[in-house]
């Protein structure tokens, strides 16, 4: 038995499904059963509960040869680095009390530095946590920015005709498909080929800039002539506010993009072979659904 956390997420999702496709059992995680119903379909073990709630998770946990597990955003709390410490800590409680030995966890890029680097600092702090653990073989996910956090420009784009962020607008950074994170993280479940802590660093295909990626996808949109604007942080801060955001996630995330501005989110290798992933921006984007992703 494969545990997965965020069974209904982007890459919780595509991780219990390419493992169903390869003939493993699957306990599926998630906050919502209905949302889980389509994996129960799949033919996945489907458990609804708090990824909060250490009780609930030791239950899901215990069993299984290997989980997955992530720090689910809440955008809407009043205190994202105490929601994500209650979090990152029933993770571990679980971990501790279930038994599993092998753990495949989503980080990002940048949660190697323990400040200055806004949303990722909670990240920091959940790999310290886990390198903590006895006993315990840990792989460390590091993936870059995910290209799915394009779809969330989709009501600007569709009200005011642009794509807007705070990162400047040609510095090209590493961008990915939440598939190919998808794809290690499956692979990791299924062969559990490493042992103590490992950090896997993953960059996509290559370093795109926001000027560039918007241009690709205004094309697949039908709008060719979509252009990016930088807003200025506290311009980008209320911005996100107003879109019902909360005053501490707004502010880690304008935090977040001025260490990308300023080169301090890097991999520790540079770009190789090893932590270059085959998705094209162009490729998915051409995979949206135009329902879905044409505003």
């Given at each position: 038995?494969?545990?997965?956390?965020?069974?209904?997420?982007?890459?919780?999702?595509?991780?219990?499904?390419?493992?169903?496709?390869?003939?493993?059992?699957?306990?599926?995680?998630?906050?919502?059963?209905?949302?889980?119903?389509?994996?129960?379909?799949?033919?996945?073990?489907?458990?609804?509960?708090?990824?909060?709630?250490?009780?609930?998770?030791?239950?899901?946990?215990?069993?299984?040869?290997?989980?997955?597990?992530?720090?689910?955003?809440?955008?809407?709390?009043?205190?994202?680095?105490?929601?994500?410490?209650?979090?990152?800590?029933?993770?571990?409680?679980?971990?501790?009390?279930?038994?599993?030995?092998?753990?495949?966890?989503?980080?990002?890029?940048?949660?190697?530095?323990?400040?200055?680097?806004?949303?990722?600092?909670?990240?920091?702090?959940?790999?310290?946590?886990?390198?903590?653990?006895?006993?315990?073989?840990?792989?460390?996910?590091?993936p870059a920015s995910f290209f799915e956090n394009f779809l969330d420009a989709l009501p600007i784009i569709q009200h005011q005709g642009i794509n807007a962020d705070?990162?400047?607008?040609?510095?090209?950074?590493?961008?990915?498909?939440?598939?190919?994170?998808?794809?290690?993280?499956?692979?990791?479940?299924?062969?559990?080929?490493?042992?103590?802590?490992?950090?896997?660093?993953?960059?996509?295909?290559?370093?795109?800039?926001?000027?560039?990626?918007?241009?690709?996808?205004?094309?697949?949109?039908?709008?060719?002539?979509?252009?990016?604007?930088?807003?200025?942080?506290?311009?980008?801060?209320?911005?996100?506010?107003?879109?019902?955001?909360?005053?501490?996630?707004?502010?880690?995330?304008?935090?977040?993009?001025?260490?990308?501005?300023?080169?301090?989110?890097?991999?520790?290798?540079?770009?190789?072979?090893?932590?270059?992933?085959?998705?094209?921006?162009?490729?998915?984007?051409?995979?949206?659904?135009?329902?879905?992703?044409?505003?």
């Amino acid at each position: 038995m494969l545990t997965v956390m965020g069974a209904t997420g982007n890459t919780g999702k595509k991780v219990v499904e390419l493992l169903l496709a390869a003939g493993q059992q699957v306990r599926a995680l998630g906050r919502s059963e209905p949302r889980l119903g389509a994996l129960a379909a799949q033919g996945a073990e489907v458990l609804a509960g708090d990824p909060g709630d250490a009780a609930f998770l030791t239950r899901a946990f215990r069993g299984a040869s290997a989980v997955y597990v992530m720090l689910p955003a809440d955008r809407e709390s009043p205190d994202y680095h105490e929601a994500q410490r209650a979090k990152g800590e029933a993770i571990i409680q679980a971990l501790r009390e279930s038994g599993v030995r092998h753990v495949v966890a989503l980080s990002s890029l940048g949660a190697d530095q323990p400040e200055g680097t806004g949303l990722l600092v909670t990240l920091h702090a959940q790999e310290e946590r886990l390198k903590a653990l006895e006993n315990t073989n840990i792989l460390l996910l590091r993936p870059a920015s995910f290209f799915e956090n394009f779809l969330d420009a989709l009501p600007i784009i569709q009200h005011q005709g642009i794509n807007a962020d705070a990162v400047e607008p040609d510095h090209a950074i590493p961008m990915i498909a939440s598939r190919d994170i998808a794809e290690v993280a499956a692979r990791a479940l299924v062969q559990r080929d490493w042992s103590g802590i490992v950090v896997r660093e993953l960059l996509g295909q290559r370093d795109l800039s926001y000027r560039e990626a918007t241009r690709i996808f205004g094309a697949r949109l039908g709008r060719p002539e979509l252009d990016y604007v930088q807003l200025p942080p506290e311009e980008m801060r209320q911005a996100m506010v107003q879109a019902g955001m909360s005053e501490t996630f707004a502010g880690l995330y304008v935090q977040m993009t001025q260490a990308f501005n300023e080169d301090r989110v890097q991999p520790r290798a540079g770009r190789t072979a090893d932590n270059t992933t085959p998705t094209r921006f162009e490729d998915f984007v051409a995979g949206l659904a135009l329902d879905s992703a044409n505003p």
